[in-house]
């Protein structure tokens, strides 16, 4: 079985990058200016997302294969507060409300025949995932910036392959965020391999996840349009030299 996934997986699938249109008006009044985080209302952010996803086979530490996948994200912002309730001591008690708590509520990515899901309950191998919780804090030292990070669970699936698990949470992390949605900053994975194991529970690893990061893209409307506007231009000279 580990030998079977391994073969597919090589054959299909470096670093994590989500690519994340944020859809959610009520994210864009949280920042920027001093302390935002202590207004920042409890909400839903929704976007499509682009993953890279880096694993390593051989476990040399290094990154073997990439596979790129696309699909919706969904990511819970509670209400600031005076300290995290998901990871208690992150901030001091001083009735100063500069932590945010938030959850990545459900993530979906397919691309070929890989696919990525997170978000606590049933997955499409039929097992129940750990919620992945993380949290949005204030700097000490900058009211106008804040720190924040996921721990996050997830289920590879491999059609025809089987499925991959990690057993500890993937951290990624982004600092300086003047606002949610953080546009244009970039989560990353710190330093060191993330176990990825044949079932949630036990076992031994069949691979590691190496690397990860993703970048929230700011004004997804603009971009598309310079984008459509490079096609359009590409093709508009192509007619031209085709037809002078």
Known sequence: MRTHILGVVAALLLPITLVLLPKDADALLCGPGAHWVDGCAGGLDIFPSTAV?????????????????????????????DDSSNFP????LDDHRDVIDVELVSLTLTGGMVSITAGAGPSPGGVS????????LEQVGDSTLADSFFDVFFEVEIVGGGFLYNQTPLRIEAI????????????????????????????????????ASHTVVPEPGAALLVALGLAGGAAARRRLQLNP
């Open 53 to 81: 996803v880096g694993i390593d086979f051989d476990f040399d530490n290094i990154a073997d294969v990439t596979v790129i996948l696309n699909g919706p994200s969904m990511v819970k912002r509670f209400e600031p507060s």
């Open 89 to 92: 001591g992150l901030a001091p």
């Open 176 to 211: 300086d965020l003047p606002g949610v949605p953080p546009e244009g900053r970039t989560y990353i994975h710190p330093p060191g391999p993330i176990p990825l194991f044949a079932s949630l529970i036990g076992g031994d690893p069949v691979a590691q996840l190496i690397s």
């Open 129 to 136: 995932l750990a919620p992945s919780m993380g949290s949005i």
